[in-house]
């Protein structure tokens, strides 16, 4: 048996050695391809962050630029803000009077049928004084 023990070691020794080396080639051949794929892509993403970086200072004069305007635009806006609340505080001006303009009419029309149906204290007495009533 002790001749058959190293031998057994040296059997799975190379099992072992069998079964790694495709394994260590497959994946010597997929970095090698990685390898490729980046050196190749590398360029190209370097163009491309720097198109990016291009399109963001753009946007930023372009922001600079929308904010200068808006600044510039900053009294028209209060303007219209205040010509709002004025439009708002005469609508509700127009509908406290809408609401008492008919009262208001009404009473008015009151008082001078009232006027005009009762003759004053003067013209009664001319009216008793031509129908002869005075005494």
């Known amino acids: 048996m002790t001749g058959s023990a190293p031998l057994l070691a040296v059997a799975l020794l190379a099992l072992l050695v069998g079964a790694t080396l495709p394994v260590l080639y497959q ?66 001006w127009l509908r406290t009077a809408m609401a008492v303009g008919p009262a208001v009419v009404a009473g008015a029309r009151a008082f001078f049928s009232r006027a005009h149906d009762e003759p004053r204290t003067d013209d009664r007495q001319l009216v008793l004084t031509q129908s002869g009533d005075i005494s």
């Open 27 to 92: 994946l010597y051949q997929l970095l090698r391809r990685a390898r490729t794929v980046l050196d190749t892509a590398g360029p190209r993403l370097e163009k491309a962050m720097d198109q990016v970086g291009q399109a963001a200072d753009r946007l930023n004069g372009i922001g600079s630029i929308l904010e200068a305007q808006a600044h510039a635009l900053e009294p028209i806006i209060e303007l219209a803000s205040k010509l709002g609340h004025s439009l708002d505080r005469t609508g509700h």
